[in-house]
């Protein structure tokens, strides 16, 4: 058993559910007790879809138990059949359902029914949402995809966009984003998929000469089945950034057999963060945890395209703790590959940081700890699913990047009179940044470090007098410093000594 | 009162497709009342899930629930299950100090593979005691429906009240504390005494009861809870709900009757309350009167509450769903329903949707999952959880309990200028 007070990912058929919503034309019947409908309003809430999603659940009860569940779930597909009239059906279990073994593959099956019906095995104890979302994508692509579709001919090069989904981080701005840019340098878009295709679509993604994987979460799997079946080789750099989106456009172009050279546009990003009053950024120790896709491309941003140094990487997807592993050891810092939130919480306490870029669950370990905080990954809450375009992918995905991630800091002229001046009244060293208004005071706990060595109040009271988002870093290498000279107490002359020894 | 007994009311009962939350949901708001209880969830990652989706924003503020998520390995062999529990436990007080209470919360996995939480909790209380209780109580879906876990949470909380033999009275459900206090100032103004809470809100001051205490029950989907009461010889006083001012009056009037007070005293006392309940109501009475209200089910508080907007506000009821329906508890309110009221308990949820589609009430009660598609249909709605999570019991919340079902309606009129282009905007 593990104890979790908050967990990152669904279990695995909440992400069959973001498949299926994503989708035309499918219907998902899912074996689950009563309840499990909760799953529904993360979609007709967090997200505002305005329907329903396209699933049907059994809500077994316990009375049910005792009689013959599997009826239940016949019934219930029979049912969903008769209703929806989908081109396709998936079927499969939540983890209560595992456990009673009812066999949704062959119940469904022994219906006879005129569309293809895919079973799906999510094993809700050992695997997660983004998972489940893979599994059931690659599932329908194989049942679907049509293996005499023949290749498209004549034209330009044609791709297809694979990943996007249902409950997607910016899945639906990124898409409109990349579409435009793939336009642009004289690429098509064949399938878009699964958001917004049918099972029809499905069966033509043969048609493409290469496939684009935009969330390497959900459509890795797929689209190596899809390379090794229909032979389309795949882009796998994620454009998230200026450099990634330049590498992105370099890589279509070899692979669509394009000019190397070929124009895509700019984004403001780089002339933002090179006018002056960017300078003040440098060198900010920046915390970054969310999946890998994202956390990964935010550290080469934060490093290459900000000038922010990377003080902490890490993701809750262990199915890509390799590649984070290989992204921290190049920032030169060791990764955090957990699903506990309270790992997280702990490491971010050690560190420190300027500047926390992670979930909805960071946010909160932010405000805990009085860090500024932007959301760069799923999970999030509603206010991420902005009715403004607000894409992270592409050009203008970068600039919305800039914005986002500067936003939470203190202003430059803010933080020099800050420093300057920081016993007045109203513009102190606990002030939240004044634009963000005085709600967003941080309800800090005045020392998230714990104590290794004592500290003269001389010391103590020179201490307060540096800013406070920056305190805690200097706490920690006063401490650091005293503990590795062996000094007992601290005085005013060991803050000055630790100063003077870390500075570089 | 007990002619809706005797004259059964006909209800339409269906099965199929349930769109309802489970009992682990009523930890929401439980964790809160009672402030220094714990409960954790034995259960699978959709458990957590729940909750936490449930919980919105809220958990932000140190939630005191958690859940012990099963993995694999514990499923392959049971005997280990236990120890992992006890270690779960263990790691949690030792996080948590200040807890006093900890429920064991069960789940559907937790019931399917029957995992003793009663014996668990039992050995834990040996282990952790005399610093923590340790009690047990299903929440799973297969058993529970919302509101009905925080009837097993209380009907585990009732053997462990201490006894007494004098007379005293016994609210039962969990109240806004803003509203405890009215009732308690009110029952004081009519020396009724004393009066306990059941959930109290720290759990060392659990509420005594014995063969001499009376209840009142304050929520609808108490069954259990006043079952096992009645076991330790407690009497429940039949009342309509105190939704509404009359409804409150006719709560405060069974109590009232046991206590022997005199009518004209009783009158003294409530009539200001009453008379300003009842001109609070009229404003929403003009606004919500002839309007067609079509109730889904979620957490049984919708007979009561149909029978408010009926009586009071006179509204008319399309279809009132419930998820169960305690015929005993409910008496006096279905006596109070407009003859010929559709009833309906459990649910087919597309069969149900077609009804509300086919009658196009001016205002549905339902929860989150279908209220954004139903808007999006141009149907007007009113999400039903807030009815849970808002103080709407008692004289001075009678008036906000309206402006609840007024606040769509206000909007949907407001926003009349700019319809939505073509019906739903697709989101993705």
Same mark, same amino acid.
């Given at each position: ?116 019906? +895919? ?61 435009? &840019? ?123 395209? $900000? ?28 990764? &955090? ?44 809450? +509603? ?39 920081? /016993? ?37 009271? /020179? ?42 | ?124 209380? &040996? ?42 009275? $016994? ?133 009561? &509450? ?42 087919? +949820?597309?069969?149900? $949707? ?54 769509? $309606? ?19």
């Amino acid at each position: 058993m593990q104890l979790t007070l908050w967990t990152y990912e669904a279990p695995p058929h909440v992400g069959a559910m973001r498949i299926a919503t994503a989708m035309e034309g499918v219907h998902y019947v899912l074996h689950a007790p009563q309840g499990d409908t909760y799953a529904d309003l993360l979609f007709t809430m967090i997200e505002r879809q305005a329907k329903r999603p396209p699933v049907t659940y059994t809500t077994f009860q316990a009375r049910d138990l005792g009689g013959d569940t599997a009826e239940l779930f016949k019934t219930a597909v029979a049912e969903a059949y008769e209703r929806f009239r989908p081109q396709a059906l998936i079927v499969g279990a939540s983890c209560t359902a595992e456990l009673i073994q009812d066999d949704p593959g062959g119940l469904a099956r022994a219906l006879d029914l005129p569309v293809p019906v +895919v079973p799906l095995e999510l094993p809700a104890y050992q695997k997660k949402e983004n998972w489940g979302a893979a599994e059931t994508f690659y599932r329908l692509v194989r049942a679907l995809a049509d293996p005499a579709c023949p290749r498209h001919a004549g034209g330009r090069p044609r791709c297809n966009l694979l990943g996007p989904a249902a409950l997607g981080f910016r899945h639906r701005d990124d898409v409109t984003e990349i579409a435009a &840019l793939l336009d642009r340098i004289g690429v098509d878009v064949g399938v878009v998929a699964p958001l917004g295709a049918s099972p029809a679509d499905l069966a033509r993604l043969g048609e493409a000469d290469f496939n684009v994987v935009l969330y390497p979460e959900i459509a890795s799997t797929a689209a190596r089945w899809l390379q090794k079946t229909f032979g389309q080789p795949i882009v796998a750099t994620v454009p998230i950034g200026v450099g990634a989106t330049r590498d992105f456009v370099a890589e279509v172009a070899r692979v669509a057999g394009l000019p190397a050279d070929v124009a895509a546009g700019a984004s403001r990003l780089p002339w933002y963060s090179h006018s002056v009053d960017s300078t003040y950024l440098t060198g900010k120790r920046v915390f970054i945890f969310g999946d890998a896709t994202h956390a990964i491309a935010a550290a080469r941003i934060a490093r290459d395209e $900000l000038g922010f140094t990377v003080a902490g990487l890490g993701t809750y997807g262990r199915e890509f703790a390799r590649e984070v592993r290989e992204a921290a050891a190049h920032h030169g810092v060791e990764a &955090l590959v957990t699903d506990d939130y309270l790992e997280v919480e702990a490491r971010v306490a050690e560190l420190q940081p300027d500047l926390v870029l992670g979930t909805q669950m960071e946010r909160h370990v932010a405000k805990r700890l009085g860090i500024p905080c932007a959301v760069i990954s799923a999970p999030v809450h +509603v206010q991420d699913f902005p009715a403004r375009h607000s894409p992270q992918m592409g050009f203008e995905g970068a600039n919305v990047i800039f914005d986002t991630w500067v936003h939470p800091l203190m202003m430059g002229l803010e933080e020099h009179l800050l420093t300057m001046f920081r /016993e007045d009244f109203e513009f102190h060293g606990e002030a939240a940044p004044s634009h963000l208004g005085t709600a967003a005071t941080p309800d800090r706990k005045p020392d998230p470090a714990p104590h290794s060595a004592g500290w003269a109040p001389d010391a103590e009271r /020179e201490l307060r007098k540096v800013p406070f988002f920056v305190r805690g870093k200097a706490r920690r290498n006063t401490e650091r410093f005293a503990r590795e000279q062996g000094i007992a107490l601290i005085t005013v002359e060991t803050l000055y000594h630790a100063k003077a020894h870390f500075s570089s | 009162m007990t002619a809706a007994l005797a004259d059964p009311v006909p209800v339409l009962r269906e099965r199929g497709q349930r769109e309802v939350f489970c009992g682990l949901t009523g930890i929401v708001w439980l964790h809160r009342k009672i402030q220094d209880a714990f409960f954790l969830v034995v259960g699978s990652r959709t458990c957590a899930h729940l909750i936490q989706s449930a919980a919105g924003v809220m958990i932000f503020a140190e939630p005191r629930f958690a859940t012990a998520i099963i993995e694999e390995r514990d499923l392959a062999g049971l005997a280990d299950m236990n120890e992992e529990l006890d270690r779960v436990v263990d790691q949690l007080l030792a996080r948590r100090p200040d807890i006093r209470l900890l429920f064991l919360v069960g789940s559907c996995p937790s019931e399917v593979i029957k995992l003793d939480l009663g014996r668990a909790a039992a050995r834990l209380s &040996l282990r952790h005691r005399p610093a923590v209780r340790i009690l047990s109580y299903s929440g799973s879906g297969i058993e529970t429906t919302f509101t009905q876990g925080e009837d097993a949470c209380l009907a585990a909380l009732v053997p462990e009240l201490p006894r007494e033999e004098g007379k005293s009275l $016994l609210v039962v459900g969990s109240l806004a504390e803003v509203v405890e206090d009215q009732f308690r100032r009110i029952f004081a103004d009519l020396e009724i005494g004393p009066v306990r809470f059941l959930p109290p809100r720290r759990a060392e001051d659990l509420p005594p009861v014995g063969p001499e205490t009376s209840f009142l029950l304050a929520q609808p989907f108490l069954g259990e809870t006043a079952r096992t009461l009645e076991e330790r010889g407690a009497t429940r006083l039949e009342a309509p709900f105190p939704l509404g001012a009359e409804g409150t009056t006719g709560w405060l009037a069974a109590a009232a009757a046991a206590w022997r007070i005199e009518p004209d005293r009783f009158r003294d006392v409530i009539s200001p309350c009453r008379e300003r309940s009842r001109n609070a109501l009229a404003r929403y009475r003009a606004e919500l009167a002839g309007k067609r209200v079509f109730f889904f089910p979620d957490s049984q508080l919708e007979v009561p &509450l149909a029978r408010f907007l009926s009586s009071e506000l006179g509204m008319e009821l399309v279809e009132v769903g419930t998820p169960y329906l305690h015929r005993r508890h409910l008496a006096e309110e279905l006596a109070l329903l407009p003859p010929g009221t559709l009833l309906s308990e459990g649910q087919h +949820v597309e069969r149900q $949707l077609d009804r509300c589609r086919a009658a196009r009430p001016d205002i549905t009660v339902c929860g989150l999952g279908l209220a954004n598609p139903l808007e999006a249909e141009g149907l007007t709605t009113k999400w039903s959880i807030e009815l849970v999570f808002t103080p709407i019991h008692g004289y001075e919340q009678a008036a906000d309990l309206a402006g609840l079902f007024a606040r769509p $309606l206000r909007r949907r009129e407001a926003l009349s200028g700019m319809p939505m282009a073509g019906g739903a905007a697709p989101c993705s």
